[in-house]
């Protein structure tokens, strides 16, 4: 069974940063496409970046792009978001999420992924 832990998340004025993690653990997870996605309270949990198993290939949401980065280490079976020039439609509970094992490509559709964490917490002030 995979599971997924994020951390990293917290509170934040505008414009600053906030780096989180995804750390999977069960299964090496090196084929296997992953994406983060956030809901905000009152709204649907939305797709905000994918990776590709290799992770040579990425695509984004148009809101976050050129200000958040997708990225993995799979040596360390970790997915990453760096997120820079935040804004306060920002905040949400940010998801890690993993496709069925050893399927490598990017989705941005979240009916494509089976694996999901907990979710951490970004809040961006003002």
């Known amino acids: 069974q995979v599971q997924l832990v994020e951390s990293g998340g917290g509170l934040v004025q505008a414009g600053g940063s906030l780096s989180l993690s995804c750390e999977a653990s069960?299964?090496?997870?090196?084929?296997?496409?992953m994406a983060w996605f956030r809901q905000a309270p009152g709204k649907e949990r939305e797709f905000v970046a994918a990776?590709?198993?290799?992770?040579?290939?990425?695509y984004y949401t148009d809101s976050v792009k050129g200000r958040f980065t997708i990225s993995r280490d799979n040596a360390k079976n970790t997915v990453y978001l760096q997120m820079n020039s935040l804004k306060p439609e920002d905040t949400a509970l940010y998801y890690c999420?993993?496709?069925?094992?050893?399927?490598?490509?990017?989705?941005?559709?979240?009916?494509?992924?089976?694996?999901w964490g907990q979710g951490t917490q970004v809040t961006v002030s003002p």
């Open positions: 999420a993993a496709r069925r094992l050893f399927y490598s490509g990017t989705s941005y559709d979240r009916g494509e992924y089976e694996y």
């Open positions: 990776i590709s198993g290799s992770g040579r290939d990425s």
């Open positions: 069960g299964r090496t997870l090196s084929s296997t496409g």
